[in-house]
């Protein structure tokens, strides 16, 4: 029962939460409607709902997740039940995990039914596609909401956005001038492999790893598996980093 | 307390192989290039892919569809409809989404290449000549028996288009260009293509610069898919999947026969070496990374007579010709002239492979950035992207001469040079 609460607590605690679900819902339609040519490909639209519902849908539903109770006190009432500090992350992870999954089900539906209708574009490999979102979902989820246990209110997912977005035009600044040095291929792998996975997911999805990966055989396969399960395994890391944070912390009982 | 500690230990300890493993798998994977990609030569796996090519040619005719594809660009996929039948017929017809349908006849002494509607603009012409000839046009070749390329007159268009892997003129004798550069065949095991048996084989060319793995079925020796990776600067893959295959089918003979309905005229294709910088035109000047590191400036060699050589590791008579430039370069350096190698399209592990392999000592730049290929493209006019291209640029800074291909005997380029200022006795 208390892990219900929790659960729905995070698709109620604001009534935003219902209104983005919706018009993400509604933009992902729309960019189908606009964008795709008759005879077109998933893989421009799947990137759209990769990057959409994998990252800016879990900075939307995990802001200030934990930033808003703790500024507002209400945290004190929470980890005086008792309860333990790590059962409440967990479970708001898991409400945000599950709410995130209904999204992506309920968007295969929309584009389903979009296709039917206007018989336009393919529904082959948006499966693919939003279990990558999904996936991509729960790390940067895990990522802000662990930051939403240090971050006031709900800058937890704005300093993500704002990390992000300076992230990716350094990234790309410095790919362009130090392209095949060895001192940026360090700076690259710690890219790749400790900030959520959003090279090696979009790979996975668009088939890299598949019909035109650069092997041949079962490695594909392995390769898939590899990236799914390294993917969850940052999800873990960050929510460990989390429910640490969150078990050491004092909380006072006066708003900020 | 004790049981907790455990489990707790045993789940890190098993959570930090699982990562250790992924990582593993997912950071071994060969997006650059190792000399250990090199294909050591299997005796067995070699004679697989000798019978392939001999079933090729040993048919009296033969008939399949191809479908050329490559990542995130499947509305750039091409098909081909291929007729092939002894002595030098072919009927091959090409449809893309993007560029239309394109046909190509060859009725046993000459190729006829024409155009359903509008046909696509090529690469190497400007807009309004292309104006002026998209509609009603054709293009006649000789093709002499083995000594042409199919493959090569599809990829010479420079098309939107994915181009063939394996080359229908290998039917008619012809040899792939790159079949003397292969470095190895080795098995890759069994595996199934549309519920059919295949040996899958790895060859890798001119020192893995390039991987083919071929789908052979067991049934009559064919390929069913070829997967083809060119290392360059990024991995370019490309998968040829292959389907109604007809050994010896019994084809209609109008379909090897083609002529110019009335009204149409013969079409002169604009050549790459067309949009080249003339001669007295100014050498744009640059200043890039160089193959070891620093920088090379072009005005750094001003009052020398320069040899631009434009070139890629990937390119067989760019192979064939940069060692006997290294000896150009070393009988003719103090004669105030100057080789410059420009690579800007490899990886540049296969390109330091191959200088060293080489003992290349003139100097090279080797720069892969946009700015490095704007130089190529924009400044010296390389709209092609074809190589080796040379350029002689004489001691003021301007353009003497330019070429494509490999200059045999360096003729040219000794008369250019000596034009451009170089001291030749």
Known sequence: MRAYELLKETFCRKLYILIVHLSWLALYGMFYWLTLPDAGEISGFGRFIFIWGGFFLALALSAGIFGDDISSGRICVLVTKPFPSGELYIYRLLGLSLQAAVHFVLAWFVIFILHVLMGKGSMDNLGLWLFASWLLFNTCAALSTSLSVVVGRAYNALLLLVVFVTGFFVVSWLMNTTQQQAETGVLFSFIKYACPPFELLSKFASGEYGKYSLTVGRFSLTKSVACVVHSLILTVVYSIVGIVLLSRRQFSRVCD | ?425
């Open chain 2, 1 to 425: 307390m004790r049981n907790k500690i455990n489990v707790w230990t045993f789940t890190t300890i098993a959570a930090l192989v699982l990562e250790g493993w992924a990582l593993y798998v997912v950071g071994s994977s060969p997006a650059h290039w190792r000399p250990s990609m090199i294909v050591k030569d299997e005796p067995a796996a070699h004679a697989l892919y000798e019978k392939m090519i001999e079933t090729i040619r040993q048919a009296e005719s033969l008939s399949y569809q191809s479908v050329c594809s490559g990542p995130g660009a499947k509305y750039r996929s091409s098909t081909y409809e291929i007729l092939l039948k002894k002595p030098n017929y072919f009927h091959v017809e090409m449809s893309n989404f993007m560029s239309g349908y394109t046909t190509l006849v060859g009725d046993g002494d000459n190729l006829w290449f024409y155009w359903k509607g509008i046909r696509p603009f090529s690469a190497y012409e400007d807009r309004d000549s292309y104006e002026k000839t998209r509609e009603n046009i054709y293009i006649k070749k000789a093709i002499p028996i083995g000594r042409y390329s199919i493959k090569d007159q599809i990829n010479m268009f420079g098309m939107v288009w994915f181009g063939i892997i394996l080359d229908p003129s290998t039917f008619h004798g012809h040899r792939d260009s790159l079949e003397a550069y292969i470095d190895g065949i080795r098995s890759r095991g069994t595996d199934y293509v549309n519920n059919e048996e295949c040996e899958v084989l790895e060859v890798s060319f001119m020192k893995a610069q390039q991987t083919r793995y071929y789908w052979i079925a067991k049934k009559e020796h064919l390929p069913r898919k070829i997967k083809e990776i060119v290392r360059l600067a990024n991995n370019i893959v490309e998968v040829e999947e292959f389907s109604d295959i007809k050994i010896n089918p019994r084809i209609q003979e109008q379909k090897f026969t083609w002529s110019p309905p009335e009204g149409w005229q013969q079409w002169e294709k604009p050549g790459p070496d067309d949009f080249l910088l003339k001669p007295g035109t100014k050498a744009p000047d640059f200043e890039l990374l160089s193959v070891d590191g620093g920088t090379i400036k072009l005005s750094d060699y001003q009052g020398k007579a320069i040899w631009l050589y434009i070139w890629q590791c990937g390119s067989p008579a760019c192979r064939e010709e940069i060692s006997h430039l290294q000896a150009f370069y070393e009988n003719h350096k103090e004669k105030g002239s100057v080789i410059l190698g420009f690579n800007c399209a490899d990886d540049k592990r296969i390109a330091q492979y191959f200088i060293r392999e080489n003992t290349i000592t003139f100097p090279s730049i080797f720069d892969s950035s946009n700015a490095a290929k704007k130089v190529i493209t924009d400044g010296y006019k390389n709209r092609s992207g074809m190589v080796p291209l040379s350029y002689i640029i004489d001691t003021q800074g301007n353009v003497v001469d330019s070429w494509y291909g490999y200059d045999e005997d360096h003729k040219r380029a000794s008369a250019a040079l000596k034009k451009a200022g170089m001291q030749l006795e």
